[in-house]
């Protein structure tokens, strides 16, 4: 498999996680955002804002 068609199969996988997720009624966060919502902490891996 070629490197290119290997970084497409990644970002292709990862694509399909997000969109079965959002379907099962996941909120998809971007990074920035997750860590806004764990108090800049990239440590708290609970993000009690979200959670309570």
Known sequence: MSYALSILEK???K???IL???NLGW???SPKQALA???EKAVNVVLREVLY
């Open 11 to 13: 970002h292709t996988s």
């Open 20 to 22: 079965l997720l959002h």
């Open 15 to 17: 694509l399909s996680a």
């Open 37 to 39: 919502y764990r108090g």
């Open 27 to 29: 909120q998809y966060l």
